[in-house]
Every structure is written in structure tokens, then in C-alpha cells.
């Protein structure tokens, strides 16, 4: 062995790229996350062959200040969290300032920015080098766009995991269904090879909000669902959204959504609670369908557990299971009063 060194800024940005930058769906992921932390209304995403090619993004939200563009692909660069604190009560999606570092170490990365207060728009452009990167006037109407071409052409360890383009767009996909269900009131646009795959209006009512469900997850879905809102006054815990009839499950699971104040999470707890409501009315093997949003004071649910932020933490897990499990137990007897029999609430 030889002597112990720092590793350079580089090597140690791919190796950290390994928890956040799996494939080209987890690169859509975090942008898409920064495009809403940004404010945007309207995000466009351009991908060529399932993304692995290239990935383009473009959104017209805040933008970046010049002086900030060599620091957005710094690891450990945010403007999201200035103490711990701001951990307790995080709003935005991005917090750990390493997603724009990881992914421009594994790809050739540009960025081009105009900020809502400037005048001009900027760029800059990584290769996957450790290199001062330079700053160069570019023509961009205000907001962000991010252009990430040849992903893992310098690893070609990852890149032998990557499956076919047609699996890893699905995988993309996927990734932008989940976050146009997380935020109604922004407009999507997905093309795969300059194909149209999704367009999606923001919905400000009710009505149009259940018609972007409809897209994303199928008519079939929202004609074979209940829709409910439950508040719980004393805990502040509120439950909403569409559940699927027991006649609509599926045989995999794989029309579940479960949003924690905006965030697209798995949680064992969660899983449990859903299925206990549905456990009389589903037949065995067969999985329910559902998009569901619980809103809860972000100082009770911690989101820095894991780097890809799918997991979280609830501070009172036992109060957050029961509320799911009642509510959705009590709207599914509703429909079948035979599956009240076991309601002890
Ligand atoms: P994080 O999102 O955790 O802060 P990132 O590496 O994803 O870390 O981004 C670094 C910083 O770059 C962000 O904190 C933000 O200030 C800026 N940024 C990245 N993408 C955008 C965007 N689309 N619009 C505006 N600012 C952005
Ligand atoms: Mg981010």
C-alpha cells in the first residue's frame, strides 16, 4: 500500500456520483428536483436514446447568477441549506449540493443559465476533468438549462450496467411521471428521440388536476377510484388524493404513488399501513393502485436518510401509520360495508 493522499476533486466526485448517478433516469431525477427548486412553471426534457446519449433539460425558473455557475458544479455547493438547522424544516427537494458535481464528473455536462435579474445568460461546460471551469456569454431566455451528453463515457464499469435504451427510458419515464404527479401546477414535456412521449398541461383545478392523473397513470385509474382528503386537526396530518377500487388492483405493484409533502418516497411503514387498509377486499398477490399525498409539519418527517432521498424518517411513525391505515380502511368500507367488520377505530 502506499501512502495515504487526498483524492482529487474529480475521483472523488465519481465515486460519490455512484449513490446519486445510477443511470440516465436518476441524471433526470436530480435536474428535474433542481428545475422545481427553482420555481419553475415549465420544465422541457429532451432525451436521445433512453438518455444515455444525451439528456437535455430546459426550465424557465430563477436561473443562476454568473458568479454562481462554477460553484453549482462544486460538490458541496447549495443554496438550499446555509446550517444544520435548515435540515429540520428542509422545503426545497435538493439539499446536499451534489448532484450537478457527481453527474458532470460522469458525463460532458453544460450548463447555461440566465438569472431573473440579469441581463445576459452564461455558461459553462465540464468534461468529466478536473479543470477550471470557464464562464462564456450564451443566448438563453430566463432560467436553466442542463445538457448532459455521453453519460459514463469515462466509467465504462458503469457504463456496462446500463441496460438497453428502451429499459432505461422506461426507467425515465417513470422518474418524470412521478414528479409531474408531485406538481400539478407545472408543465411537463418529455421527447425521446424528437418523438412527443408526454405534454402535459399545469392543472389549477380539481378537475384538471385529475385529468393530468388520468394521463399519467391511465382513464382507467381515475374511473376505477375514490377519491378522498382527510385532515386529522389535532395531529396536523392531512391524507389525499385517489385510491383505486379493490376491483382495480393489479398484479404488480406498479401504479403506486405516495408523496411526503411533495416528495416521491418508499416507506416500509407506509407500504404496511396501505395494505393492512386494503387487506379484506384484495385478493392474495394482487396489489393496490394509488396516488396519495400526505402532508405533514416537515419538522416531523426527516428526509436526509438516504442520498437519492426516497426514504424518510417519521419522527411519530406508529401516529402516521394509524392515520393512513383508518383513513383509507374507513373510505374503503365505505364502498364495501362487509370490510367494516374488522374497523375497530
Ligand atoms: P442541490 O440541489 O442539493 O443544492 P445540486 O448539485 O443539484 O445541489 O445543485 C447545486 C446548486 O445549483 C443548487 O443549490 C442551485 O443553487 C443551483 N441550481 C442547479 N440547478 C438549477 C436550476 N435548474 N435552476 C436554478 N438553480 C439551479
Ligand atoms: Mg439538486
Given at each position: 500500500?502506499?501512502?495515504?493522499?487526498?483524492?482529487?476533486?474529480?475521483?472523488?466526485?465519481?465515486?460519490?456520483?455512484?449513490?446519486?448517478?445510477?443511470?440516465?433516469?436518476?441524471?433526470?431525477?436530480e435536474l428535474l428536483e433542481n428545475s422545481l427548486d427553482s420555481g419553475a412553471s415549465q420544465v422541457e426534457i429532451d432525451v436521445e436514446q433512453g438518455g444515455i446519449k444525451l439528456i437535455r433539460l430546459r426550465d424557465n425558473g430563477d436561473g443562476i447568477e454568473r458568479d454562481d455557475l462554477p460553484l453549482a458544479l462544486s460538490r458541496h455547493a447549495t443554496s438550499k441549506i446555509l446550517a444544520l438547522e435548515d435540515l429540520e424544516a428542509v422545503g426545497s427537494l435538493g439539499f446536499r449540493g451534489e448532484a450537478l458535481a457527481s453527474i458532470s464528473s460522469v458525463s460532458r455536462l453544460t450548463l447555461t443559465s440566465r438569472h431573473s435579474g440579469a441581463e445576459n445568460a452564461w455558461q459553462v461546460q465540464t468534461e468529466g476533468r478536473d479543470m477550471?471551469?470557464?464562464v462564456t456569454p450564451a443566448a438563453h431566455p430566463q432560467g436553466t438549462s442542463v445538457e448532459v451528453r455521453d453519460l459514463f463515457f469515462n466509467t465504462p464499469a458503469r457504463r456496462k450496467f446500463l441496460r438497453t435504451e428502451q429499459t432505461e427510458f422506461k426507467h425515465l419515464e417513470e422518474v418524470v411521471k412521478r414528479l409531474a404527479l408531485s406538481r400539478s401546477d407545472v408543465a411537463f414535456s418529455l421527447r425521446h428521440n424528437g418523438r412527443v412521449i408526454h405534454q402535459l398541461r399545469p392543472a389549477r383545478t380539481e378537475a384538471e388536476h385529475e385529468?393530468?392523473?388520468?394521463?399519467?397513470?391511465g382513464p382507467a385509474f381515475i374511473d376505477q377510484s375514490l377519491s378522498l382528503d382527510i385532515a386529522a386537526e389535532a395531529s396536523g396530518l392531512r391524507l389525499w388524493g385517489w385510491i383505486g377500487l379493490p376491483t382495480f388492483s393489479r398484479s404488480q405493484a406498479d401504479l403506486q404513488y405516495f408523496f411526503v409533502n411533495g416528495r416521491i418516497i418508499r416507506d416500509k411503514l407506509?407500504?404496511?399501513?396501505?395494505?393492512?387498509?386494503?387487506?379484506?377486499v384484495l385478493f392474495h398477490?394482487?396489489?393496490p393502485a394509488f396516488v396519495l399525498y400526505l402532508e405533514l409539519d416537515p419538522k416531523l418527517v426527516d428526509v436526509n436518510v438516504h442520498p437519492t432521498k426516497h426514504e424518510v424518517r417519521f419522527r411519530e411513525g406508529r401516529l402516521v401509520h394509524d392515520f393512513i391505515f383508518r383513513t383509507l380502511h374507513r373510505v374503503i368500507a365505505d364502498v364495501r360495508p362487509e370490510a367494516a367488520a374488522g374497523e375497530t377505530a
Open positions: 500500500m502506499s501512502r495515504i493522499h487526498l483524492l482529487s476533486p474529480r475521483l472523488a466526485n465519481q465515486i460519490a456520483a455512484g449513490e446519486v448517478v445510477e443511470r440516465p433516469a436518476s441524471v433526470v431525477k477550471e471551469t470557464s385529468r393530468r392523473i388520468a394521463t399519467v397513470c407506509v407500504a404496511h399501513a396501505i395494505r393492512q387498509a386494503y387487506q379484506d398477490g394482487r396489489h
